[in-house]
Nanobody, 117 residues
Framework: QVQLVESGGGLVQAGGSLRLSCAAS????????MGWYRQAPGKQRESVAT???????NYADSVQGRFTVSRDNARNAVYLQMNSLKPEDTAVYYC???????????WGQGTQVTVSS
């Protein structure tokens, strides 16, 4: 059974930083592109950052230069370092694993990030 468990969300002032963590159980980590998505109230879920098995990263234009995604293959964990946070970054952030062999998505339960102005 695959489980993704996020942690690290919270309330922060604009300009501050947060670091999200996602721990993956099961055997999918080594065959998955990992990513972070977010969903603000009334909006569709959007991709924030992804990182492939080989470490290639991709970022949404809105977070480029402020957020950094990384993965620790030994710990089956993926991280999102968020700096210079803005009120528009407020959303529920979800960890995602895309199993490239099964072509299947897995999602965490989400963690709330709130940025006050």
């Amino acid at each position: 059974q695959v489980q993704l468990v996020e942690s690290g969300g919270g309330l922060v002032q604009a300009g501050g930083s947060l670091r999200l963590s996602c721990a993956a159980s099961g055997s999918i980590f080594s065959v998955s592109t990992m990513g972070w998505y977010r969903q603000a109230p009334g909006k569709q879920r959007e991709s924030v950052a992804t990182i492939t098995i080989g470490g290639t990263t991709n970022y949404a234009d809105s977070v480029q230069g402020r957020f950094t995604v990384s993965r620790d293959n030994a710990r089956n964990a993926v991280y999102l370092q968020m700096n210079s946070l803005k009120p528009e970054d407020t959303a529920v952030y979800y960890c995602n694993a895309y199993n490239i062999i099964l072509r299947k998505n897995y999602w965490g339960q989400g963690t709330q990030v709130t940025v006050s102005s």
